[in-house]
Nanobody, 125 residues
Framework: QLQLVESGGGLVQPGGSLRLSCAVS????????IGWFRQALGKEREGVSC????????NYADSVKGRFAISRDNAKNTVFLQMNSLKPEDTAIYYC??????????????????WGQGTQVTVSS
């Protein structure tokens, strides 16, 4: 069974940056597509980004394109989400999730089998 633990969240001013990490243990890490999701208070969960098992395919939500970058280090069993030019509307709990499904676009949320516990990101002055 895959286990995922997010870290790197915190409070940052608008325009600032944060790098989230998703540490994965359990089954063979480099077999899994990893996605990042977020859920703001009172809103539905939103897909942010995903990266294929090899790292060769990445996708982003329109709301974060050009500001966020996803990457993975298969030697360290870790996926990163670099978040730049942060805005107050990026405030949310951020979750990473894993699935064995491989697609050219991000798998749907229900297609992910394993989820982390989340890390809070707050963008505020």
């Amino acid at each position: 069974q895959l286990q995922l633990v997010e870290s790197g969240g915190g409070l940052v001013q608008p325009g600032g940056s944060l790098r989230l990490s998703c540490a994965v243990s359990g089954f063979t890490f480099d077999y899994y597509t990893i996605g990042w999701f977020r859920q703001a208070l009172g809103k539905e969960r939103e897909g942010v980004s995903c990266i294929s098992s090899s790292g060769g395919i990445t996708n982003y939500a329109d709301s974060v394109k050009g500001r966020f970058a996803i990457s993975r280090d298969n030697a360290k069993n870790t996926v990163f989400l670099q978040m730049n030019s942060l805005k107050p509307e990026d405030t949310a709990i951020y979750y990473c999730a894993g699935t064995g499904i491989a697609t050219l676009t991000c798998p749907r949320p229900y297609e992910y089998d394993y989820w982390g516990q989340g890390t809070q990101v707050t963008v505020s002055s």
